[in-house]
């Protein structure tokens, strides 16, 4: 069964960086599309970008001076980096497979892991 | 970006009742829209995509239909498990973009 785990620092300093991992089980990262998905207070959510199987990304254009996103083969991990936070920024953060990179829709998630950007 | 407008954002009603949930497109987007549904501390479930293709393991009572800009989910006779909030998503373009959810609550 493929799984995904979100994991990193539950609060985040302005200005600073937001860092977090996902951890896949069951299913390769070198194959399929691995991306990152939020959602703010309030329920609005946004697709912040992907990461493929070869390795290529590709990012939402409002975040695209701020965001990396990377992997691990090996340790079958892939990682979101979110450059000079604000408390906007402040949501919960989902990992999530898709099938299709270039019509992504989402067919496994993680839980979620709530991230707040506060001093 | 495509803006997709979902409603209602609640919703109440009785286990066995049917409901439907709206999700307009600001502009077409084929068939090109999935429907999830969110359950507190559980990951989120892919239940239909391409407009009415209902995922493996989604309970037959779920439907979806439409094109274009107007879609909706329909849940027939609702069970217990039916009641949590749902998303809709396009995936015709980039960005992909999301609705802003339905709670859906026993009455």
């Known amino acids: 069964e493929v799984q995904l785990q979100e994991s990193g620092p539950g609060l985040v300093k302005p200005s600073q960086s937001l860092s977090l991992t996902c951890s896949v089980t069951?299913?390769?990262?070198?194959?399929?599309?691995w991306g990152w998905i939020r959602k703010f207070p309030g329920n609005k959510m946004e697709w912040m970008g992907y990461?493929?199987?070869?390795?290529?990304?590709s990012y939402n254009p409002s975040l695209k001076s701020r965001i990396s996103i990377t992997r691990d083969t090996s340790k079958n991990q892939f990682f979101l980096q979110l450059n000079s936070v604000t408390t906007e920024d402040t949501a919960t953060y989902y990992c999530?497979?898709?099938?299709?990179?270039?019509?992504?829709?989402?067919?496994?998630w993680g839980q979620g892991v709530m991230v707040t950007v506060s001093s | 970006d495509v803006q997709m407008t979902q409603s209602p954002s609640y919703l109440a009603a009785s286990p066995g009742e049917s409901v439907s949930i709206s999700c307009k497109a600001s502009?077409?987007?084929?068939?090109?829209l999935a429907w999830y549904q969110e359950k507190p501390g559980k990951a989120n479930k892919l239940l239909i995509y391409?407009?009415?293709t209902l995922q493996s393991g989604t309970p037959s009572r779920f439907s979806g239909s439409g094109s274009g800009t107007d879609f909706t989910l329909t849940i027939r006779s609702l069970e217990p498990e039916d009641f949590t909030v749902y998303y809709c998503?396009?995936?015709?373009?980039?960005?992909?973009?999301f609705g802003s959810g339905t709670k859906l609550e026993i009455k």
């Open positions: 999530a497979r898709s099938d299709d990179g270039y019509y992504p829709h989402f067919d496994y």
């Open positions: 069951g299913y390769s990262i070198t194959s399929n599309y």
């Open positions: 990461i493929s199987y070869s390795g290529s990304t």
């Open positions: 502009k077409s987007i084929s068939t090109y």
């Open positions: 391409s407009g009415s």
């Open positions: 998503q396009h995936y015709n373009e980039y960005p992909p973009t």
